[in-house]
């Protein structure tokens, strides 16, 4: 992880930066000389939406994928968890869902292969840039792709790759891991690092929490919500966001149901009660 660090900190102070307007030559196809060579030992964080697209393409739930095509490091300087893709153990630690013709979850390929050869960043805060997020190409001896004639700006570049569904719903999730609690240095329980990697990265067990528990019987959802997050991935994803920011930081994104708070309140009246 130290070594990531490190990479953002030249990222930030010796990369070009490109505005979404800048173009830059790139192409990848299969004649390209070093087509898939890029596709091994290499970190790829997996976002929340990432992991629904592939479980999804893959059709098995979000606790099958995690165990069998993910790991999830522990470094003591990480605030929250993160996922990462697991490689294949064979030479080139190469991607597993990658074939010699290429790419077998193209469709559903994560954020940060979309955006190859492109990367994105945000000046650290307080820096004197006018720039909330800038671009920058990650020019790697290996690729040859730079070679090719093709020429394109950033956006077009991103609306050809389909980024703009990641990122809006990438937003939601960027809102959660730069919360000011974070950046207090404030540091989750082991509980609520269970809920945040459970709501993040398995969502088919969250959407069980959800169902199989009280939870709906505590928290007052209403019916539309209720009925739009039993089959569909993202809009549970979005509440459980939500969720989060209510469990993890005392925001008051959820409401809980008068009957509950006023059969809490009997309880610790009885408590003071039997302690007198």
């Not at 891991?177 to 690092?193: A, M, Q, S």
């Not at 945040?196 to 019987?217: E, G, P, Q, T, W």
Request: aromatic share 12%; charged share 30%; proline share 5%.
């Amino acid at each position: 992880m130290q070594d990531i660090e490190r990479l953002k900190d030249e990222i930030l102070r010796d990369y070009p930066r490109l505005t979404r307007e800048d173009s830059f030559s790139f192409e990848c196809h299969p004649g390209v000389p070093c087509f898939n060579d890029c596709c091994g030992d290499v970190n790829i964080f997996l976002t929340p939406y990432d992991i629904i697209r592939l479980k999804n393409h893959l059709g098995i739930s979000s606790s099958k994928f995690l165990s069998e095509h993910t790991i999830a490091p522990f470094d003591k300087n990480l605030t929250y968890p993160v996922v990462l893709l697991k490689m294949n153990e064979d030479a080139r630690k190469s991607c597993p869902f990658v074939k010699p013709e290429g790419c077998s979850v193209y469709e559903d390929r994560p954020w940060s292969c979309r955006m190859y050869p492109l990367g994105m960043a945000s000046p650290k805060e307080g820096e004197d840039t006018s720039e909330e997020e800038f671009f920058f190409l990650m020019k790697e001896e290996v690729c040859k792709g730079f070679a090719e004639r093709k020429g394109q700006t950033v956006t077009e570049w991103l609306t050809a790759q389909k980024i703009q569904d990641y990122n809006e719903i990438g937003t939601h999730f960027k809102e959660i891991v730069l919360h000011p609690f974070f950046r207090k240095g404030n540091h989750l329980t082991p509980e609520k690092i269970e809920m945040f990697f459970m709501v993040c990265y398995n969502i088919d067990a969250y959407r069980d929490f959800v169902f199989k528990s009280s939870f709906l019987d505590r928290f007052d959802v209403d019916a539309e919500i209720v009925e739009g997050i039993k089959g569909d991935d993202v809009e549970l994803l979005k509440f459980g966001y939500g969720w989060l920011r209510f469990s993890m930081f005392g925001e008051q994104t959820m409401t809980i149901k008068s009957g509950v708070l006023e059969a809490r309140e009997r309880e610790l009246a009885a408590k003071r009660t039997d302690v007198s």
